[in-house]
């Protein structure tokens, strides 16, 4: 693995923007038709300055992840890996998608309804959930998929044939 300094990252830079000037002629970065080019280099800039940063800090877990997390584009992600990097193989883009609020919410109701009239406890659902202890509490006790049964135990009930027999 190459050591990203500070001097190699500027002399990068200017390396491939001095490329694009000797192919595109001066001021090409100012010109709409090359806009996208223009922002491929810069994002490479700012994504060795990113390497550069992980690497000071150890170089602690997978570089896509602490560049997706400074928000470097994701079609630049792998290019600094592959090219900067040495590495052969990157994590795809949708791997290093965060999984948002609503997904994780979604999910844990596939999974309830794929399980009607077992029986679980807090700690359980929690794990199952993947939110913490108080907002699965929460949820377990406005949704009308769970009934609570003793302190600590609930059903996952079927919200649709529970209104039908009511009928």
Not at 54 to 78: D, M, R, T
Not at 141 to 163: H, S, V
């Amino acid at each position: 693995m190459k050591q990203l300094t500070e001097s190699f990252v500027n002399e990068t830079f200017k390396s491939l923007f001095a490329e694009r000037t000797a192919k595109y002629g001066e001021g090409w970065s100012w010109r709409q038709e090359h806009q996208e080019e223009s922002v491929f280099v810069n994002e490479i800039y700012r994504g060795l300055s990113v390497l550069s940063k992980w690497q000071s800090e150890g170089a602690k877990g997978a570089p896509e992840i602490f560049l997706n997390s400074y928000s470097v584009h994701e079609q630049v992600i792998p290019v600094l890996v592959t090219d900067y990097l040495g590495k052969e193989v990157c994590a795809k883009p949708e791997e290093l998608r965060v999984e948002t609020r609503e997904q994780k919410f979604n999910k844990f109701l596939k999974w309830a309804n794929e399980h009607h009239f077992e029986q679980y406890t807090t700690e359980q659902l929690t794990e199952q959930s993947g939110f913490s202890y108080q907002t699965t509490l929460k949820y377990l006790q406005e949704t009308p998929t769970f009934r609570k049964l003793k302190k600590g135990l609930w059903e996952i009930r079927d919200a649709k044939a529970d209104r039908e027999a009511q009928k």
